[in-house]
C-alpha cells in the first residue's frame, strides 16, 4: 500500500500515555480487540496504546505520520481510529483520512473523537468548522449524534454507539448483530467442568439459565470434549431430568424477553434477515415463538409501546425496582435487568444511539417525552449518601447529547433513600432501608427542598443534632 502523510504538522496534540485510552479500554471490554486479532492504531501519536495492547499479548502495530511514519500500512482485524478526526482541520482530508482508516478493517473500526461538551476545556479561535488553539492545534468537537451520523455516512454501514464519543462499525453485519445481542444477553458464563459429571452439571445449569438446551456450537470446546464419548440424546435425557422444572420455565420467559428486546433494538438500528442473527438468538427464536415473523412482529409491537406515555408511565408505575418521582424512574445499575421489557428497551435504544458513559451507576429514564440520562456516584456502596460526579443525557427524539460535570462543585447534589434504587432482595437494601428508617424518625426529611445538597444536608444534621459513622446514624456531639 502506498504510504502518505498527513499535510499538516498535528504532533502536538499527541499526549503520552502510562495506560489504555477510553476508546480503547472500551473495546477490549466489548472484546473487540482481544488476544489473536491483529490491531492498527491508525495515527497512534506516541504509541502509548500500542504498546499497552502489547503487554495483552495483541497483535498491535501503530502508524502514525510524524511518530511512526516508517510503518508499513497493511489490513488488520481491528483499526483504532483515536482522536484524529477531530484534529483535521481539512474537511476533505479528514473524510479521506477516516475512509483510509476504514478500509484498513477487516473486521471493525472503533473510531473516537472529543465531543462538544469538552468545548470549556479547549481554549481557542473559531477556524474553519473547530478551533485554532493557542497552540496552534486544531480541534472539531463533534455531537455524539454527529460522530454516529458521520461514520455511517463514510462507510456505508449502520453504526453502534459504544460509550459517548466511540463507535464502532463492522465490515460484516453479523459481527454487528452479535455485539448487539451480547449488550442484551451477555455471553453465557459456564460453571467450570473438569469431569463428565461436572460438565453436565454446566449443561443443566445453563437450561435453567435459558430455557432451553444448548446447541453444541454454543458449549465450550474443553466441555464438549469432556461430553464427547455421550451420545447427544444421553445429553439431553440427563438435562432435562436434573434440571429444576420451575427454573427451567423462568428461564424460558427471561430468554422470551430479552428476545424480543433484541429484536426490537435490531429495528431500532436496522433489522436483518433470520439468517444475520447470531446463532444462539436463532435457536432462541426457534424454541420460544412460532416463526421469526411472529418475533419480529410481537417486538414491532413492544416498539410501539415506546412511543405511548400512558403505557411508559404505567409500567415505570408498576416496575419492583427504581425510584419513580412526578418526572422519571430512577434504577440502579445492577436493578437494570429488573426493569419491564419496555423499560429496558427505552434505556437500550438511547445506549445504541449515543453510547452509555464507560462510568455510571443510576439510569434516569424520563417518563414524557424520551430522555435518558446516565448519573455517576462513585461512593454509591461505601457513602450513606453519596454525591453526584457527573451527568450524561441524551434525547431521544433529537439524538443531543449534553454532559455536566460536578467535581469542581462547592455543593453538589446527593442521593437519599438509596435502598429504593435497588431491587428489594439487593445484598445492601436492607441496611440502607434501616439507614432510611433511623433518619425519617430523626426528623431529617421533614423539610424536603432543603436536603438534595451537600450544604443543606449538612445544614440538617446539625439542626437535627445527628451525624453519621458509615451507615449508621448517631447522636452529634454536644460542643
Known sequence: MVQRTWSSDRRLTAISRANLSVPARQAVVDKQVRPGLTVLDYGCGRGGDVR?????????????????????LEPADVVLLTYVLNVIEDSQERRKTLKEAWDLAGTVLVASARLTWEKSKVRGEAFGDGLLTSRQTFQHLFGANELRAYVEQVTGVRTVSAAPGIVYAFKDERARLSYLARRIVPDAEWLASEDTTSAIASVV??????????????VPEPMSELLGHLRPNEVRRLARDSADSSKVEEGGKRTTLNTLLFLAVELFNGRGPFSSL???VQLDVRAFFSS?????QRSDRLLLKLRDDTYIRGAMSASAVGKLTPTALYVHQRALERMPTVLRLYEHCASIAAGRPQEWTLAKLRHQGRAVSWLDYPDFD???????????????????????SYADSLNRPLLHRKHEFLAADDPDADRYKRLTAAEVKAGLYEHP?????EKGWEAELVRCGRALRGHRLVRRPTE
Not at 445449569?205 to 454454543?218: A, F, H, N
Open 52 to 72: 499497552a495492547l502489547q503487554q495483552l499479548d495483541c497483535q498491535a502495530v501503530g502508524w502514525d505520520p510524524f511518530y511512526q511514519a516508517d510503518t508499513r
Open 205 to 218: 445449569d445453563y437450561v435453567e439459565r435459558r430455557g432451553r438446551l444448548p446447541r453444541i456450537e454454543e
Open 278 to 280: 447470531p446463532l444462539s
Open 292 to 296: 421469526y415473523k411472529e418475533a419480529c
Open 382 to 404: 461505601t457513602d450513606p449518601h453519596p454525591r453526584t460526579l457527573s451527568s450524561y443525557h441524551v434525547e431521544l427524539k433529537t439524538l443531543e447529547t449534553s454532559f455536566t
Open 449 to 453: 427542598h432543603l436536603i438534595g445538597t
